[in-house]
């Protein structure tokens, strides 16, 4: 039997996704291993700033919060 890659390949999911999620009743497992998107500033190579991403604030459309941050290994575990 083959184990869960320990390496992360993702790392973002979004508040559509978790809605899909809703259906076959997982978004509650989910959300168990999810945290809001803090937010970033990115720098370009001189140091200066060229973009920043404030997330959303509650209350959120759908929800969830639009920009989820987990952990790729710990989302395809089985919870069981």
């Given at each position: 039997?083959?184990?869960?890659?320990?390496?992360?390949?993702?790392?973002?999911?979004?508040?559509?996704?978790?809605?899909?999620?809703?259906?076959?009743?997982?978004?509650?497992?989910?959300?168990?291993?999810?945290?809001?998107?803090?937010g970033t500033d990115f720098l370009g190579l001189d140091?200066?700033?060229?973009?920043?991403?404030?997330?959303?604030?509650?209350?959120?459309?759908?929800h969830w919060a639009p920009n989820l941050m987990f952990?790729?290994?710990?989302?395809?575990?089985?919870?069981?």
């Open positions: 039997m083959l184990d869960i890659f320990d390496k992360p390949r993702a790392i973002n999911i979004d508040h559509e996704v978790m809605r899909v999620l809703q259906s076959p009743a997982l978004a509650q497992a989910v959300d168990a291993i999810v945290m809001p998107h803090p140091g200066r700033l060229i973009k920043v991403f404030e997330p959303m604030r509650p209350p959120y459309p759908l952990i790729q290994p710990e989302f395809e575990r089985d919870p069981a």
